[in-house]
């Protein structure tokens, strides 16, 4: 078997995602798709130096006149491969936390740190980077391959509805941007918001992103030495400084609420008694430290995905009104309608009203398809690793389009530091999965 990977082409592509990774490309919009470019200067210039990429590696490319997205094509043939990537990144939370300014690429101990080194730039230039050796072993292409560049999927994945509007799809494909060896099912995401009455003496700001499970949650009290005495009571980790009283917990993805402890719902634990409101006494009552929303929905779980996972990602009050964010991800055979309709029935009763945020539907991809059997062959043969294909919590690209599964970047038994302070990407792992890719991209495109 072939090893595509060249020491030069290691040097060129670590340059690369440099400079890409020096680029901001948060949503800085909140999505407004009236203007141009509709989710900010740096996505769109993402974008452009992502293309620019590809036209240097041989590619034709094409960007979308609004600036949604781009796409770079290769070879020709009855069937198209897609490689589905996105460029924006989400936020770089607490600076405090950062060994190294996020957006600057920096290298220490043979890991490269910097915003989007995970997710999902660095898995980016390793499928460009692939296709370049590939490229560049003469193989002969007997399909076109399609590398399609996404603005927008830390968000609402309002880029791939315009693709989807305009373009066609590709008969199969992967997303560089799930866990070795592959995904081939994902749960549906559901993210909704909660709005209710305000309170003339409680101000609340806490989380980020529904789908980030915040570790802070900041709370004003006129009398901390109350508050103190019940969260010492309830053994909730805080910090005291002058009114101000932190409540702390542990940051992970939404996906994997289980492994984190979220800060708010701790918050709304210590607070039901001691200052009620609507928005509090929901979530302390309603959700609580539950991950699995058993105490909302009964016990909801298939054999495929595993249960539901529940996320309260964010909690306004102001003195007008109130917002609440959950961030569900539902199992593959559940009705999202289900979950719904009893949502609605227990957020009435607290005086809470209902906004559905957003929906996107679960991904499955059948373990003996031909896509599947091929992609996890290539990981073996690369690897030695028998693991077998996954399903997963997480909402990535693949469920975008049909015949698509979540193909690495990261391996098993690795730190997922995506969404984090610090995140960084191992260098072996990075030419590693460059490597899995460029086999990947032979045997479904020239083979």
Not at 173 to 195: I, R
Request: net charge negative; glycine share 8%; hydrophobic share 35%.
């Amino acid at each position: 078997m072939t090893d595509y990977i060249t020491e030069a082409l290691k040097s060129e592509s670590l340059r690369t995602l440099k400079k890409l990774i020096a680029i901001p490309s948060v949503n800085m919009t909140n999505g407004n798709e009236r203007a141009f470019p509709p989710f900010g200067k740096a996505i769109d210039q993402a974008l452009k130096q992502t293309l620019n990429i590809c036209e240097k590696m041989g590619m034709d490319t094409f960007y979308d006149p609004e600036g949604f997205y781009g796409f770079a094509e290769y070879g020709e043939g009855d069937e198209t491969i897609g490689v589905l990537c996105h460029l924006d990144v989400v936020p770089e939370g607490d600076l405090d936390k950062w060994e190294s300014n996020p957006f600057d690429a920096v290298e220490r101990d043979g890991v490269l740190y910097g915003r989007g080194t995970q997710d999902d730039k660095g898995p980016t230039i390793a499928a460009l980077y692939a296709f370049k050796a590939v490229m560049d072993s003469e193989e002969v292409f007997n399909k076109k391959i399609r590398f399609i560049f996404g603005t927008d999927e830390e968000t609402l994945w309002r880029c791939m509805k315009m693709y989807e509007a305009h373009e066609d799809f590709p008969d199969r494909g992967f997303v560089p941007d799930g866990t070795f060896p592959l995904t081939y099912a994902e749960k549906a995401l559901l993210q909704v918001k909660l709005t209710g009455p305000g309170a003339k003496k409680m101000s609340i700001e806490c989380g980020t992103s529904p789908n980030v499970v915040p570790d802070r949650a900041e709370y004003i009290c006129e009398n901390t030495e109350q508050l103190s005495a019940i969260f010492d009571k309830m053994e909730i980790p805080y910090t005291v400084e002058g009114k101000k009283m932190t409540v702390l917990g542990r940051s992970v993805h939404a996906s994997q609420a289980q492994d984190g402890k979220n800060a708010i719902a701790l918050l709304a634990k210590g607070l039901v008694g001691f200052q009620p409101h609507p928005a509090i006494s929901f979530i302390g009552e309603k959700i609580g430290m539950e991950t699995n929303g058993e105490t909302l929905f009964g016990k909801v779980e298939d054999e495929i995905t595993g249960e539901l996972t529940l996320n309260v990602g964010t909690l306004t009050i102001t003195d007008t009104y109130s917002e609440i964010t959950l961030d569900m991800r539902i199992p593959h055979s559940h009705d999202k309608e289900a979950i719904a309709d009893k949502l609605k029935k227990v957020t009435q009763v607290y005086g809470l009203d209902y906004m559905e945020y957003d929906y996107l539907p679960s991904l499955y991809v059948p373990l003996e398809s031909d896509l599947v059997q091929t992609l996890w062959n290539v990981y073996k043969d690369k690897t030695g690793d028998d693991s077998e294909p996954v399903t997963s919590g997480g909402a990535t690209y693949a469920r975008s389009m049909p015949n698509m599964v979540a193909f690495g970047a990261h391996f098993p038994g690795s730190e997922s530091l995506a969404h984090q302070e610090n995140e960084g990407i191992k260098l072996d792992e990075f030419y590693k999965s460059m490597d899995i890719y460029a086999e990947a991209i032979v045997r479904l495109c020239c083979r």
